[in-house]
């Protein structure tokens, strides 16, 4: 199984530890010397205060960071997760990724969702009701955009006309598109048009803020990934997308390396080949021997392709 990390750098109450060009250098040596596959950003350009003093936290503009992290490293993939999609007019982020993914030689992946914070929406000026239609959209427009060396698509209020993004991405036909979220439409969503399902773990109880499906552990997303392939059968998809878990596990102090593995084998025998970690850090130094000691004891345990 692949492991992604976290990347600590929305910590901004301490900015002198992750705030820094030499912070984002010494954890980029770290997540490739310690051996993850990746590292995931994720999307808030404009969260509520009532959000984050309820536990929220800020995010960093993700394909700023994620370039930086590109400049600091050689083989690391780059992962947004999630991009709310239906923040951005399609085609911006369509240059955004292209240009990223040919900078970084492809190491692009492109985790997105359709988000959940009505605040967020209307600070944005996009319709929340309508973002999973414009999810929808939106992937046909990148697709369009990614595949041809000149295009033309009609969308909602938005229209390219024999338009060129160059040049297109390294990753043919596009980088990856790991669709995030826990419903029964992010899932039918995944099977129709991306290249993984992307969910996550959730506390119980948790739908009514995140708006998704509850997957509060291995036997709910076993039912989801039934469901998965039952949509694959439906309309034909021969191989199903992959399983890349938004969230594996908090790694601080005193994490349990033989609970993480035991839950990785769990999610093994489910299909699972892709999670990410979280490093429970206040400095960077203690944000590295976390990923030390997470590679020691976990994913040097981890049978190699």
């Avoid at 936290?57 to 993939?77: C, E, G, I, K, N």
């Avoid at 967020?120 to 009701?129: I, K, S, T």
């Avoid at 006309?161 to 160059?166: D, E, H, S, T």
Wanted: with cysteine; charged share 20%.
């Amino acid at each position: 199984m692949e492991i992604n990390v976290t990347l600590p750098f929305d910590h901004i109450q301490h900015p002198q530890e992750f705030l820094t060009p030499d912070a984002v250098t010494e954890i980029g040596a770290a997540i490739e010397r310690t051996g993850f596959a990746g590292c995931n950003v994720t999307d808030h350009p404009c969260p509520s205060g009532r959000w984050l003093d309820a536990g929220g936290h800020h995010a960093q503009d993700p394909f700023v960071m994620l370039s930086f992290v590109a400049a600091a490293t050689r083989t690391v993939r780059l992962q947004t997760g999630i991009l709310v999609l239906p923040y951005r007019n399609p085609f911006i982020t369509a240059r955004a990724v292209a240009t990223l993914d040919v900078f970084s030689g492809g190491r692009v992946a492109l985790g997105i969702g359709a988000g959940y914070m009505k605040g967020e929406y209307f600070a944005l000026g996009v319709d929340f009701e309508r973002r999973n239609d414009l999810v929808d959209e939106y992937l046909a427009a990148l697709k369009a955009a990614w595949t041809n060396d000149e295009f033309s698509f009609k969308g909602t209020g938005y229209e390219a006309r024999g338009a060129r993004i160059l040049p297109r991405p390294v990753q043919k036909p596009h980088p990856p598109l790991l669709i995030g979220g826990n419903s029964p439409r992010a899932i039918r969503r995944a099977v129709e048009m991306g290249d993984a399902w992307y969910p996550f773990f959730t506390q119980p109880g948790v739908s009514s803020t995140s708006r998704t499906a509850e997957i509060t552990g291995p036997d709910d997303l076993a039912v989801a990934i039934r469901y998965l392939h039952e949509h694959c059968e439906k309309i034909g998809r021969q191989r199903p997308p992959e399983i890349r878990l938004g969230s594996l596990s908090s790694i601080g102090k005193d994490f349990n390396a033989e609970a993480v593995l035991e839950k990785i084998d769990r999610l093994k025998t489910l299909g699972v080949v892709g999670a990410a970690v979280h490093m429970l850090a206040t400095t960077r130094a203690e944000w590295c021997e976390y990923a030390q000691r997470f590679s020691e004891e976990v994913l040097a345990r981890l049978p190699r392709n």
